[in-house]
T-cell receptor, first 113, second 112 residues
Framework: GAVVSQHPSRVICKSGTSVKIECRSLDFQATTMFWYRQFPKQSLMLMATSNEGSKATYEQGVEKDKFLINHASLTLSTLTVTSAHPEDSSFYIC?????????FGQGTRLTVV | KQEVTQIPAALSVPEGENLVLNCSFTDSAIYNLQWFRQDPGKGLTSLLLIQSSQREQTSGRLNASLDKSSGRSTLYIAASQPGDSATYLCAVGFDSWGKLQFGAGTQVVVTP
């Protein structure tokens, strides 16, 4: 199947700093990618839809100024958590789709201290 | 609004038993349905994908059925093994772009 690579897999940052997470589709082009968030023992919740060459579409309740999404090319989307706080600590995971199936990155465990 | 529910939330079986995991959704206008496996602290592994026009998919010991009219999908895992212990997530696809809505998952423990 297709491969989606997410980096870093784990990051610890200080409160108030920003963290960038990269999501790459390695062997296919993706005009649309998705960012999900997962709190401990909960399911994945869609945060936003990342659109190549245009603004991201955010789900209700997700702060667009805190979670900046850039989809600069057909193979790369980035999520930047700005001015991170401990409550932003979570598991973030991206996905990209071929014509038929969604493939997921390995996820990023963010811990804000 | 689409809601995806998975029952049971947790399941513990002895090795060798068959597993039956259920997923229900409220809006039958789905594009596809995927079953994933998630190990603790890890990402998602896609197990089976069923297009909306299909009734079931099989891969090895895994079989997933889809009944759109009743809003249900069932994942069967035959002859369970301790290595099958994980959380299994059901996700409903809205469109061809890959937007998914997930259920809360079923946590499975297979004891030796």
């Amino acid at each position: 199947g297709a491969v989606v690579s997410q980096h870093p897999s784990r990051v610890i940052c200080k409160s108030g700093t920003s963290v960038k997470i990269e999501c790459r589709s390695l062997d296919f082009q993706a005009t649309t990618m998705f960012w999900y968030r997962q709190f401990p023992k909960q399911s994945l919740m869609l945060m936003a839809t990342s659109n190549e060459g245009s603004k991201a579409t955010y789900e209700q309740g997700v702060e667009k100024d805190k979670f900046l999404i850039n989809h600069a090319s057909l193979t790369l989307s980035t999520l930047t958590v700005t001015s991170a706080h401990p409550e932003d600590s979570s598991f973030y995971i991206c996905s990209a789709s071929t014509e038929t199936e969604a493939f997921f990155g390995q996820g990023t465990r963010l811990t804000v201290v | 609004k689409q809601e995806v529910t998975q029952i049971p939330a947790a399941l513990s079986v002895p090795e060798g038993e068959n597993l039956v995991l259920n997923c229900s959704f409220t809006d039958s206008a789905i594009y596809n349905l995927q079953w994933f496996r998630q190990d603790p602290g890890k990402g998602l592994t896609s197990l089976l994908l069923i297009q909306s026009s299909q009734r079931e998919q099989t891969s090895g010991r895994l079989n997933a059925s889809l009944d759109k009219s009743s809003g249900r999908s069932t994942l069967y895992i035959a002859a369970s093994q301790p290595g099958d212990s994980a959380t299994y997530l059901c996700a409903v696809g809205f469109d061809s772009w890959g937007k998914l809505q997930f259920g809360a998952g079923t946590q499975v423990v297979v004891t030796p």
